[in-house]
């Protein structure tokens, strides 16, 4: 099994800042790509950012430009630089990892989400 920790949601101002991170951990043998989603209620789970292990990345065109995904291939840790907040941006933040596990094959894990809320 692998579990996908997130962290860094929160409350935000327009125009401010967030950083989010997700930590996998469990049986990994490795990792292919990890990437952000977000999903607002009633709404389907859009990717926001992913990155393959070899450092290529995706971004949605709603952020480009204002947001930067990058990861530790150490410490199995993707992050996410959101910058220039938009009250748009705010939803539930999910983190996915595509991981080859020891003796399962290749899966698709979740985390559990973390709330972003750009506000004034």
């Known amino acids: 099994q692998v579990q996908l920790v997130e962290s860094g949601g929160g409350l935000v101002q327009p125009g401010g800042s967030l950083r989010l991170s997700c930590a996998a951990s469990g049986s990994i043998f490795s990792i292919n790509a990890m990437g952000w989603y977000r999903q607002a209620p009633g709404n389907q789970r859009d990717l926001v950012a992913g990155?393959?292990?070899?450092?290529?990345?995706n971004y949605a065109d709603s952020v480009k430009g204002r947001f930067t995904v990058s990861r530790d291939s150490a410490k199995n840790t993707v992050y996410l630089q959101m910058s220039s907040l938009k009250p748009e941006d705010t939803d539930v933040y999910y983190c996915?990892?595509?991981?080859?596990?020891?003796?399962?094959?290749?899966?698709?894990?979740w985390g559990q989400g973390t709330q972003v809320t750009v506000s004034s």
């Open positions: 996915n990892a595509d991981v080859l596990t020891y003796g399962r094959g290749t899966h698709d894990y």
């Open positions: 990155i393959t292990w070899r450092g290529i990345t």
